[in-house]
């Protein structure tokens, strides 16, 4: 029997990308399927987080995920632009966020065809894989799309006609995340139970092995 895990991811979240590498192996070894979900950034997603999170909240988390891409040597450096428009100094956040909103659209876009994961590995390289300056712009997202099977103008155009549609799979995607235990990306969540963290992968691969999880023959 298949079994299912539901993965919240965001596009902002430097563990969130690299927990793709293990996620990747994890349903290429195992009878598993992952439903990617993508969700805002907690700089969207809670207004005011980073204003009142210890100061040095920021600084940890960019030492800890370069040492963990070195340590499992993926390759990464944090994104030219910032997914998120926020002024780093004061840490405020921008009213204004088309990249972020962009990239989740696309995302829930994909989740609707059931293709997040791959989408979202695609995008994900060209963001924070450290071989691009200005993801944002010329054809890099096209041409990373289009790896994977999508033809990206399509899908902007699509998201341009009807944008709430996919605003309320990404409401939707945030509740289920809010009700799952966890507040952090990425969620693994399995039977209802969360598993946060690109370093929690084995944990869950162990519980669902206590529940039938065979490997690919």
Known sequence: MTLSVDLFFSFRSPYSYLALPKTLKLIADYDATVNLR?????????????????????????????????????????PRPDPIVQNMATLDVADDQPYIHRLTRLGAMAQLEGRALAFVDAISRVLWDGTVNGWNAGDHLARAAAA????????DAAITADPDRYE?????????????????VPTFVFENEPFFGQDRIELLI????????????
């Open 206 to 217: 162990w519980r669902m092995q206590s529940k039938g999880l065979t490997r690919r023959s």
């Open 38 to 78: 993508p969700v805002y950034p907690l700089a969207v997603r809670v207004p005011g987080f980073f204003k009142r999170a210890n100061p040095q909240f920021a600084r940890y988390v960019v030492l800890d995920s370069s040492r963990v891409a070195r340590h499992e040597n993926i390759p990464f450096r944090f």
């Open 168 to 184: 309320k799979v990404i409401a939707g995607n945030e509740a289920d995340h809010a009700t799952s235990g966890h507040w952090g």
């Open 148 to 155: 994977a099977g999508f033809d990206l103008n399509a899908m």
